[in-house]
């Protein structure tokens, strides 16, 4: 997938999307996981602006209501609420 960045591929965002964001989303993410696991446990949360934009029961439903409130090439992350990420292994 060439010139396409590491960020963009794992968030799923393509072209010209503003990332500069995303650390800072992922970092409020995870210090406020324990309320967002207590209010939300299992969903897929939307983040944007270091908050909570909704909550849905799939990954679909999430990134594509992100796509929907503020565009293809905006940082927001999807993010289940469960006690650690998943990990990956390419």
């Known amino acids: 997938m060439k010139g396409e960045s590491m960020a963009s591929i794992r968030y799923g965002l393509w072209g010209r999307a503003d990332l500069r964001g995303i650390p800072d989303e ?3 993410f995870n210090q406020n996981r324990a309320a967002i696991i207590a209010q939300y446990s299992g969903q897929w949360i939307l983040v944007k602006d270091k908050s909570v934009r909704g909550a849905f029961p799939t990954y679909d439903a999430a990134f594509n ?11 927001f992350i999807v993010k289940q609420a469960v006690a650690s990420d998943p990990k990956i292994v390419i």
């Open 65 to 75: 209501a992100g796509i929907q409130q503020f565009g293809l090439n905006s940082g």
């Open 26 to 28: 992922e970092a409020w």
